[in-house]
């Protein structure tokens, strides 16, 4: 069911932070206490997007830095990995 639910709620403090409750939206698609989430501001617009976290497990043996190094190369590498692809 792809329900959309209009909330409004008030800013308040929590701790030194400014928070908001949410708990039925947050519910609503999957995510419980200790999740992580991904949040894009957009200030222009005056909005921020909130969406569950997809970050995978890595296997035993593959470190963060393997990881980002591996980004790196294909980032560098994007078009001739590309090129390989669709050949």
């Not at 200030?43 to 470190?63: H, N």
């Not at 980004?71 to 090129?83: F, H, K, M, P, R």
């Amino acid at each position: 069911m792809n329900r959309v639910m209009n909330m409004e709620r008030k800013v308040t403090k929590l701790g030194n932070s400014l928070g908001i409750t949410m708990t039925d939206a947050l519910k609503q698609i999957g995510l419980n206490q200790g999740d992580s989430v991904l949040i894009n501001v957009n200030e222009a617009a005056g909005e921020i997007i909130i969406k569950k976290s997809t970050k995978v497990a890595l296997p035993d043996g593959l470190g963060e830095d393997f990881i980002d190094t591996l980004s790196a190369v294909i980032n560098e590498y994007d078009q001739t990995l590309q090129g390989l692809k669709d050949r």
